[in-house]
């Protein structure tokens, strides 16, 4: 059995508007046996697409490398967009050591409502996944039911949206699920009426632009 720990705390800051929300990152990542292009950052996983969408939407020109200079444009570009990070998944068991969610089991959940106490600007919950089982929307459905807090469907189109009341600040505040950024989900993409729509449009179209387009109208 492998202990899985998230290797990064939450990446806040005052007057953060925004929080990307997943689970955890491959196991090297809490190892610290990075492979060849990878970033020792959160989502710097050299064949995660979360980094790569932004690149091109933000038009960043990052460094996609074991550095420090490459960890710092991440940090610099999320401070100037006011978007923090915060992971719900603070650790789990794996059986088998991947980067599957659902190999996860014993999970160990972040508290996000305390840091939305602490970091009230917070307007918006960015899920890098939807409700599918050991998801990070899907496990925030637990944390509300455990803090009793109405989830109210605002949306039901992919990426669907939510919103809900937070009970100590009494702000509202909107989530959405976005299509994950991994290659596990380009199956999932694949079967969308949208992207199939695209797709006949323009050959050349594939998940990553959907994903693009998807992640545009959300991040800027």
């Not at 969308?192 to 050959?203: A, F, G, T, V």
Request: proline residues 6%.
């Amino acid at each position: 059995m492998f202990i899985h720990e998230h290797p990064y705390p939450p990446y806040l800051f005052k007057g953060v508007k925004k929080l990307i929300v997943g689970t955890l990152p491959p196991p090297r990542f809490s190892k610290g046996q990075l492979k060849e292009r990878d970033v020792d950052f959160c989502y710097g996983s050299r064949d995660g697409q979360l980094w790569p969408i932004l690149n091109k939407i933000f038009q960043l020109n990052l460094t996609f490398e074991t550095t420090k200079e490459a960890i710092q444009e991440r940090k610099q570009f999320l401070r100037t967009q006011r978007i923090g990070i915060c992971d719900i998944v603070a650790s789990a068991e794996r059986q088998k050591i991947d980067a599957s969610d659902l190999g996860m089991t014993n999970v160990q959940l972040r508290n996000i409502f305390t840091y939305l106490e602490e970091f009230p600007s917070v307007e918006t919950l960015l899920f890098t996944g939807g409700n599918s089982k050991n998801g990070p929307e899907y496990f925030f459905r637990k944390l509300l039911k455990n803090h009793e807090v109405n989830y109210e469907l605002v949306s039901n189109d992919v990426p669907r949206i939510h919103q809900f009341i937070n009970p100590k600040t009494k702000k509202k505040i909107k989530t959405v699920s976005l299509t994950a950024p991994s290659g596990a989900a380009n199956r999932a993409v694949g079967s969308l009426q949208l992207y199939k729509d695209l797709k006949d449009k323009n050959p050349n179209f594939n998940t990553f632009d959907f994903r693009v387009l998807q992640y545009k109208e959300h991040f800027l």
